[in-house]
């Protein structure tokens, strides 16, 4: 396990901002509850190719540095372990504990050296500073109950040049899904600029990924959606 001590050390690493009081707009939208840590059984993820797909668009490559966003019970913090190799991390993150721990449990018993696994909380994800090539999103940014607290801790969190990465179904959030131009919006009042939007084959799904062109407003200056349209 020893070469997860630079990621460990950096996740133990105390940000000054962590502890400082701040006032969020509110979502202003409809939020879809956490009905399950599974968004579909892995072995129909598998047969659409969706974490290929993923991949290929999102450019992910040995020896980069990214965390899997509500990982859940572990599809892509599993698959991505691998892909990033020996000189790459993964940061596997959840907000609940039970499925943090047995998504700890399903990592050492796959013996995935390169993984950590942190509890992180539904307004901050907890990523150590200017970490990671990519931050995956995946079919959970509907279920954010604090948006743009949550996107401007996550923000915080990408390498220069970095992107985030979100993948989620085309239709309303009451259906578990983002439509595309409400995600849009919300990146864009924290200075996240869409780089790349892709339908995914077999689904109702689309992967869109955005890179920090503007500076991270504070929390006061953030305009919600709601304000600008």
Not at 102 to 109: E, S
Not at 150 to 158: S, V
């Amino acid at each position: 396990m020893r070469r997860l001590v630079p990621l460990l050390l950096l996740l133990s690493a105390c940000r000054a901002e962590a502890g400082a009081e701040r006032s969020f707009p509110a979502a202003g939208r409809d939020v879809a509850p956490i009905v399950s840590d599974a968004f579909s059984t892995e072995d129909a993820r598998d047969r659409i190719g969706e974490f290929e797909q993923v991949m290929a668009l999102a450019d992910v490559r040995s020896g980069m540095w990214v965390a899997d966003v509500g990982a859940g019970e572990g599809y892509y913090t599993t698959r991505l372990s691998p892909l990033v190799g020996q000189k790459g991390r993964v940061l596997a993150q959840d907000i609940m504990p039970a499925t943090r721990d047995a998504l700890v449990q399903r990592v050492q018993r796959e013996r995935l050296d390169n993984v950590a696994v942190r509890l992180g909380t539904p307004d901050d994800p907890m990523l150590p500073a200017s970490s990671f090539d990519r931050i995956f999103l995946v079919h959970m940014y509907h279920e954010v109950t604090e948006p743009y607290a949550f996107l401007w801790h996550l923000a915080g969190g990408l390498k220069p040049g970095g992107e985030v990465v979100v993948v989620d179904a085309s239709r309303p959030v009451k259906r578990h899904g983002m439509p595309p131009a409400e995600l849009r919006c919300e990146f864009a009042a924290l200075g996240l600029t869409p780089v790349r939007f892709e339908r995914l084959r077999g689904s109702d799904s689309y992967l869109m990924s955005f890179r920090q062109t503007a500076p991270r407003p504070s929390p006061a200056a953030i305009r919600p959606c709601r304000a600008t349209r």
